[in-house]
């Protein structure tokens, strides 16, 4: 089963809200329904929004809405992730174009599965027998429609018969580390703990081989977003002289921005940091921010993992805007 997928002209997601409790598919057949789907996280994940976003205008041109007006509304849904933007584009280009809707959207679905595939083919050449790898958020099946980006490597590596362990950050407020990130690698039986998002840096220095994350946006420069909590991963990562590597396909570049200062941080409800399963747990009266991303500079990443190998942030021209 895909994360997000097309079936009986229904946008089909796994309800990640639902994770790892239960698993729920949800189906959608409008294209503000989808924008919704991306808004709430029924789906997240760069990747899989683009997916999702890519069924959106999928909808909206088999129930004959105007797919500039549907691409406005889709892009609407969350600032950050370029994969919307990137989805949106080339679906209007296609749709213009006159390709068949179903198969554009379908097109763009598997091209993701397929980068992915490939991205876990050059990182698994980075991780070596017994290494212990860090990782940050959920980056693997569900956030990326199929493989992962972050995880990739990491199921390739266990397939191929390297011992490994992971560290899975918790990731808070909304857990996508300890809920996703753990329950995807407890499937495929890899070894791994959950650690406290604050804790990571006691446990590098204990002793981490590489972290690896995924990006929601990659810049021109080389400076990324990804989720909240990965800025300073990266920075004792630098001081420790850990390996810092981002995986991410060509979606997740967005190289006409020149820097990560000019990356849009989506800023999230307090309710997510004061409130669990509907129970307020802070004082009241006490306020609560909640940036969903940060952004990491360039001079802390080793290299991006990509579907054209491993790339130094000074080669990230070559990712191209294909």
Same mark, same amino acid.
């Given at each position: 089963?895909?994360?997000?997928?097309?079936?009986?002209?229904?946008?089909?997601?796994?309800?990640?809200?639902?994770?790892?409790?239960?698993?729920?598919?949800?189906?959608?057949?409008?294209?503000?329904?989808?924008?919704?789907?991306?808004?709430?996280?029924?789906?997240?994940?760069?990747?899989?929004?683009?997916?999702?976003?890519?069924?959106?205008?999928?909808?909206?041109?088999?129930?004959?809405?105007?797919?500039?007006?549907?691409?406005?509304?889709?892009?609407?849904?969350?600032?950050?992730?370029?994969?919307?933007?990137?989805?949106?584009?080339?679906?209007?280009?296609?749709?213009?174009?006159?390709?068949?809707?179903?198969?554009?959207?379908?097109? /763009?679905?598997?091209?993701?599965?397929? &980068?992915?595939?490939? =991205?876990?083919? +050059?990182? *698994? $050449?980075?991780?070596?027998?017994? @290494?212990?790898?860090?990782?940050?958020?959920?980056?693997?099946?569900?956030?990326?429609?199929?493989?992962?980006?972050?995880?990739?490597?990491?199921?390739?590596?266990?397939?191929?018969?390297?011992?490994?362990?992971?560290?899975?950050?918790?990731?808070?407020?909304?857990?996508?580390?300890?809920?996703?990130?753990?329950?995807?690698?407890?499937?495929?039986?890899?070894?791994?703990?959950?650690?406290?998002?604050?804790?990571?840096?006691?446990?590098?220095?204990?002793?981490?081989?590489?972290?690896?994350?995924?990006?929601?946006?990659?810049?021109?420069?080389?400076?990324?977003?990804?989720?909240?909590?990965? /800025?300073?991963?990266?920075?004792?990562? &630098?001081?420790?002289? =850990?390996?810092? +590597?981002? *995986? $991410?396909?060509?979606?997740?570049? @967005?190289?006409?921005?020149?820097?990560?200062?000019?990356?849009?941080?989506?800023?999230?409800?307090?309710?997510?940091?004061?409130?669990?399963?509907?129970?307020?747990?802070?004082?009241?009266?006490?306020?609560?921010?909640?940036?969903?991303?940060?952004?990491?500079?360039?001079?802390?990443?080793?290299?991006?993992?990509?579907?054209?190998?491993?790339?130094?942030?000074?080669?990230?021209?070559?990712?191209?805007?294909?």
């Amino acid at each position: 089963m895909r994360a997000v997928w097309f079936e009986g002209r229904e946008a089909k997601m796994i309800d990640q809200r639902r994770l790892p409790y239960d698993i729920v598919v949800a189906g959608f057949r409008d294209h503000n329904e989808v924008a919704e789907a991306i808004r709430n996280m029924t789906t997240r994940g760069a990747p899989s929004i683009g997916a999702a976003a890519a069924y959106g205008m999928c909808l909206a041109a088999l129930n004959k809405k105007d797919i500039d007006d549907a691409a406005r509304t889709i892009k609407a849904a969350r600032p950050t992730a370029n994969d919307l933007f990137y989805a949106v584009d080339k679906m209007l280009t296609e749709l213009k174009k006159g390709t068949d809707p179903i198969k554009a959207a379908d097109g /763009y679905a598997q091209d993701i599965v397929d &980068k992915c595939t490939a =991205i876990g083919k +050059y990182g *698994a $050449a980075l991780i070596n027998d017994n @290494d212990i790898i860090m990782t940050h958020c959920n980056a693997g099946a569900l956030a990326t429609v199929d493989v992962g980006t972050a995880l990739a490597p990491i199921r390739k590596a266990w397939a191929d018969g390297k011992k490994i362990f992971v560290y899975a950050s918790e990731t808070r407020p909304r857990l996508q580390g300890m809920q996703l990130t753990a329950w995807e690698l407890s499937q495929e039986r890899i070894p791994h703990a959950i650690i406290p998002d604050g804790a990571s840096g006691h446990f590098m220095k204990k002793g981490v081989n590489m972290i690896i994350t995924g990006a929601d946006r990659i810049v021109a420069n080389g400076d990324f977003a990804n989720k909240i909590g990965t /800025y300073e991963k990266a920075v004792i990562a &630098k001081e420790l002289k =850990i390996p810092f +590597y981002v *995986a $991410a396909p060509v979606s997740t570049f @967005d190289l006409r921005t020149t820097n990560g200062d000019n990356i849009e941080i989506e800023e999230r409800s307090e309710d997510e940091v004061t409130m669990i399963n509907g129970m307020r747990i802070a004082p009241v009266g006490s306020k609560a921010l909640n940036p969903s991303f940060d952004v990491t500079p360039s001079k802390y990443v080793t290299g991006f993992i990509t579907e054209k190998g491993i790339l130094r942030p000074s080669e990230i021209h070559r990712m191209g805007t294909k």
